[in-house]
């Protein structure tokens, strides 16, 4: 065989063992959710003429409070009740890191938990815990007590 | 009613937590004094402070409302709520698992599986040449079943040689089936719906499966309605099942998660099929292992041409809604389809019997205790929804008093009314979590315990202050939710399809406020009594059994009973 034969040969079998490995590369990607990029194919949506859509946010006030606290009101009269959230610094990102919590610390790993359970359970003025639950469930409030990484936070909700 | 009615239709993803959402969350932390029960004649010094000016609320939500029933049959039920500029858009099939036969056991929610795989113009490159791997993916899969089954009649005869050929032959067409798998790949496009609707801002895409319905839903930017119109119209008529027995897969998959691996779930599922039994509630949604495993693509095709029907249907729209484009987007896109004869599955009677379930299994020890009672619409079903929440539905409740506060025998207690269904006569449901380490006999104590409490509703009636604080907590947990446009679309088309009428969601509130104490106590006197009650037991292995089990097998503990 003339060795321009066997160049031009070689060629072909490296252009083919390209077109089957991109080929594989295609099959094997090809079930992606996707359609994939460049493909040019009819979808089910095509031809759809949406329209603008038009939406103002409400408006929310902010106040501060003399004792330094901001408070964002945002009226809303649709629906007979109110939405009282209180945002609190802190979080378990706050808690000591470690293991046992030692004596006399106050802000150890699980102190958190510990303060929301209180303050779920604890009651409040004169009121005990059991006693302000019942007095909430018979009006429908619903207290939530909830916390994140960098927050936590106390909300009522109450018609 | 608003919450609990909620519990047997949650969406799929909540299905695993059936009946644990009926259960009150133990907080953290909680004290357990000694207290007074809340059912001593307490009154409550905040009185029924919700009921009259609400009713005035729930007319003005119905004013919101606008119902429509195409020529075909299909209801439409949109609702004004312009909060923000967005829709939840719910499609429910009057189609669940109480519609199908024992052969077809889990077809109802194996067939909502496939309905997210695409039609002839979604998750298809080509349909055309698809359609031949699909068909010859069906008669493959039909062989390889076959096989299957001779397999097992092999087996189960002690015929190896039988077996052993059965087994070649299955094994030669999944070897089949794999290939057409791998053939039509690249034609398809996975998951297409999910992501046009991601292109155009969905949230909640997600469907779900319950004893009485199917339902499909999606919350979308307002201006998109068409979006799901153009989609959910073509899923409707033209899905064509690709990849069922993939996804046949994923489903059995899914059973052993949810259930072969919970032993809570697996004593539910045994229960209800012992208390129900040839009865359409008598199936569990998902479907029994052996059921799901031959499930095919043919039996999925005529469900789907047999349930989804315009006339099957309601749709509810809730949100920022304008109320003449909608309803000619979907006199559009869903107005041609033709109405067909929907089936009516008949239900045998229930049989009021003596019902035990033990199972013995590693895991938390439960106790569920049931008995059967009219569904909705029925006075009694009232009545005894109410009762649950006055038994169990928070920490102040008799049961929960009784149970985990003075005896210290359970951590948590919750009641239930309507299980599994709203189709047919359903249970009132109370499930105990008693502390580890009970035994049988405590069980049994306990379960006398809540039958005590039952008996003293039936003897002194219960109290105007725990009416009047179970009125003010549901009414209440309503008007709170309403601002999810998802659970009022839901509520909206459980209504519609339970009673026929979505107004009877706003007026509940109303038939609240007639019920009386007495009631409650007549509705107890004939549906609670001893004689009725059924028990479902969850405990862990006697020791000696666990360990001698053990020593034979490393996993043998997980199944026994």
């Known amino acids: 065989m003339k060795r321009s034969n066997l160049k031009y040969l070689q060629i072909c079998f490296a252009a083919a063992t390209a077109l089957l490995l991109a080929g594989f590369v295609q099959t094997i990607f090809a079930d992606a959710r996707a359609p994939q990029s460049g493909e040019n194919r009819a979808s089910i949506l095509d031809g759809l003429r949406l329209p603008a859509i038009a939406f103002a946010p409400p408006t929310v006030k902010r106040e501060a409070l003399t004792g330094g606290a901001r408070l964002y009101t945002a009226g809303d009269a649709s629906l007979p009740f109110v939405t009282l959230t209180l945002y609190f610094r802190g979080g378990t990102l706050t808690e000591a890191m470690g293991g046992a919590r030692t004596a006399g610390s106050s802000n150890g790993p699980g102190s958190l938990q510990a303060l929301l359970a209180l303050l779920e359970s604890g009651g409040a003025g004169t009121q005990s815990g059991d006693a302000l639950a019942r007095e909430l469930g018979a009006m429908g409030a619903q207290l939530k007590i909830q916390s994140g990484n960098e927050y936590w936070s106390v909300q009522l909700v109450v018609l | ?561």
């Open chain 2, 1 to 561: 009613m608003f919450a609990s009615r909620l519990l047997h239709e949650t969406p799929r993803r909540l299905q695993a937590a059936l009946l644990g959402l009926a259960m009150i969350p133990l907080a953290a932390g909680a004290t357990l004094h000694a207290q007074t029960p809340a059912n001593d004649s307490q009154d409550s010094s905040i009185g029924d402070t919700t009921a009259g000016n609400l009713d005035e609320v729930f007319t003005g939500l119905e004013s919101k409302i606008r119902r429509v029933t195409l020529p075909n049959g299909l209801r439409l039920i949109m609702m004004k709520q312009d909060y923000a500029p967005t829709i939840a858009c719910y499609m429910k099939f009057k189609a669940g698992s109480s519609d199908e036969t024992d052969a077809s056991s889990g077809i109802a929610h194996m067939l909502e599986h496939m309905l997210f795989k695409g039609t002839p113009r979604v998750g298809t490159r080509d349909f055309g040449r698809e359609r031949k791997y699909l068909e010859m993916a069906g008669r493959f899969a039909e062989k390889m079943d076959a096989a299957r089954r001779e397999l097992g009649a092999a087996k189960a005869a002690g015929d190896e040689a039988a077996a052993k050929a059965a087994a070649e032959r299955a094994s030669f067409y999944a070897k089949q089936l794999r290939i057409i798998q791998s053939q039509v790949r690249p034609l398809v496009i996975e998951e297409e719906d999910s992501y046009l609707y991601s292109l155009h801002g969905q949230r909640g895409y997600n469907a779900y499966t319950s004893a009485d319905f199917t339902n499909y839903q999606i919350e979308l930017p307002a201006n998109r309605l068409e979006v799901w119109a153009r989609l959910e119209s073509d899923r409707m008529q033209n899905s064509v099942l690709r990849s069922f027995y993939t996804e046949r897969n994923v489903v059995t998959e899914e059973r052993r998660m949810r259930v072969e691996n919970n032993p809570r779930r697996q004593l539910f599922e045994k229960f209800i099929g012992e208390v129900y039994g040839d009865h359409p509630y008598g199936r569990p949604v998902i479907g029994p292992m052996a059921s799901i495993e031959f499930l095919n693509h043919n039996q999925a095709f005529e469900f789907y041409r047999r349930y989804y029907a315009p006339n099957n249907a309601v749709i509810a729209l809730v949100g920022d809604v304008d109320f003449e484009q909608a309803e000619a987007l979907v006199r559009k896109y869903f107005g041609d389809m033709q109405p067909r004869a929907i089936p009516k599955t008949p239900a045998p009677e229930v049989e009021r019997r003596p019902v035990r379930v033990v199972l013995r299994q590693k895991g938390s020890p439960t106790l569920g205790l049931a008995w059967f009672k009219p569904p909705v619409p029925d006075v009694h079903d009232l009545n005894l929804d109410l009762l649950s929440d006055i038994l169990a539905g928070g920490q102040e409740t008799r049961l929960y008093q009784r149970l985990v506060t003075r005896e210290q025998l359970a951590v948590n207690v919750g009641a239930y009314s309507g299980y599994p269904g709203e189709r047919y006569t359903n249970l009132f449901f109370v499930e105990v979590t008693p502390r580890p380490g009970t035994d049988e006999a405590t069980m049994d104590r306990i379960a006398k315990i809540v039958q005590e409490e039952l008996d003293r509703v039936v003897r002194d009636g219960v109290t105007a202050a725990e009416l009047t604080r179970v009125r003010n907590k549901q009414r209440a947990d309503f008007i709170y939710r309403l601002r999810a446009n998802g659970f009022v679309a839901d509520l909206l088309t459980n209504n519609e399809q339970h009673k026929g009428a979505y107004r009877d969601l706003f007026r509940y509130s109303q038939r609240m406020e007639s019920v009386q104490p007495a009631d409650i106590q007549e509705s107890a006197r004939e549906f609670l009594r001893a004689e009725h009650r059924m028990t479902a037991i969850l405990l862990p292995p006697p020791p000696e059994e666990s360990s001698k089990k053990l020593e034979e097998s490393p996993t043998a503990g997980e199944q026994q009973q």
